[in-house]
């Protein structure tokens, strides 16, 4: 339990500057608001347009613990990659797990020192975390695809991912690329 203790003090230490998530005013981020189901576009403070009807997870949203537990997860992100060519339509891949998703499971057990280590070094060298821990990977926003969107709007029927139309994917990403924050509540 000690050392479990320092790794994550000097971890804090070495990635309290990478505070990746902290936005400038003139830069455009996201904000997703998993309780009223919308995404908000701002700039700064400043709301540009809102995204309604968002479908989250099957397991809701809130910290998840493990692959596969269909829960989207709390936090902070940016978009790591873009898929242009996806069964969703468009996939904007986020950072997940962060830093912190990593802390917390590696104090209760879910990931080991190694996993905890390979996630901390992707994120001091701004790269995409792993995607296969057990914390698992591949979160993000996307479109519908082929799905039905009768069921959309009426359903949370993701992996732990953020679904919305193929219309509104197709406005979000001219307006992201990667390196944009995303906070999720």
Same mark, same amino acid.
Request: glycine share 10%; charged share 20%.
């Given at each position: 339990?000690?050392?479990?203790?320092?790794?994550?003090?000097?971890?804090?230490?070495?990635?309290? %500057?990478m505070?990746?998530?902290?936005?400038?005013s003139?830069?455009?981020?996201?904000l997703?608001?998993t309780k %009223? *189901?919308?995404?908000?576009?701002?700039?700064?403070?400043?709301?540009?347009?809102?995204?309604?009807?968002?479908?989250?997870g099957r397991?809701?949203?809130?910290?998840? =613990?493990?692959?596969?537990? =269909?829960?989207?997860p709390?936090?902070?992100?940016?978009?790591g990659?873009?898929?242009? *060519?996806s069964m969703?339509?468009?996939?904007?891949?986020l950072?997940y797990?962060?830093?912190?998703?990593?802390?917390?499971?590696?104090e $209760?057990?879910?990931?080991?020192?190694?996993?905890?280590n390979?996630?901390?070094?992707?994120h001091?060298? $701004?790269?995409?975390p792993?995607q296969?821990?057990?914390?698992?990977?591949?979160?993000g926003?996307?479109?519908? @695809?082929? @799905?039905d969107? $009768?069921?959309h709007?009426?359903?949370?029927?993701?992996?732990?991912?953020?679904?919305?139309? =193929?219309?509104?994917?197709?406005?979000l990403?001219q307006?992201?690329?990667?390196g944009?924050?995303? *906070?999720?509540?």
């Open positions: 339990m000690l050392r479990v203790y320092l790794i994550l003090c000097l971890s804090l230490f070495a990635v309290n %500057a505070a990746a998530t902290d936005v400038r003139d830069e455009v981020w996201l997703v608001d %009223a *189901k919308q995404i908000e576009v701002k700039k700064g403070e400043l709301t540009l347009e809102t995204l309604h009807s968002i479908a989250i397991g809701g949203a809130g910290i998840k =613990n493990h692959r596969g537990d =269909n829960i989207t709390y936090g902070e992100y940016r978009i990659w873009i898929g242009e *060519k969703f339509r468009r996939f904007l891949g950072t797990p962060s830093v912190d998703d990593a802390q917390k499971a590696l $209760k057990g879910i990931i080991n020192e190694a996993a905890y390979r996630i901390i070094h992707a001091q060298l $701004k790269q995409i792993p296969d821990t057990a914390l698992g990977g591949q979160i926003i996307h479109g519908l @695809g082929s @799905g969107i $009768k069921v709007e009426v359903f949370d029927w993701t992996h732990g991912c953020i679904a919305l139309t =193929n219309s509104q994917i197709d406005h990403s307006l992201v690329d990667t944009t924050v995303v *906070k999720i509540k």
